[in-house]
């Protein structure tokens, strides 16, 4: 009788976690926020 093997020494390794590919926030890539239009700031 030939005993399998355990399939969890075959399995890849579970990908990390999304927020390593996620992009950073919009904020990373949003321009600085204008002056104010009449305060100036």
Request: glycine share 2%; aromatic share 26%.
């Amino acid at each position: 009788m030939v005993y399998a093997p355990p399939p969890v020494y075959y399995a890849p390794p579970p990908p990390p976690p999304v927020a390593y590919y996620a992009p950073p926030p919009v904020a990373y890539y949003a321009p600085p926020p204008r002056r104010h239009y009449y305060y100036g700031w």
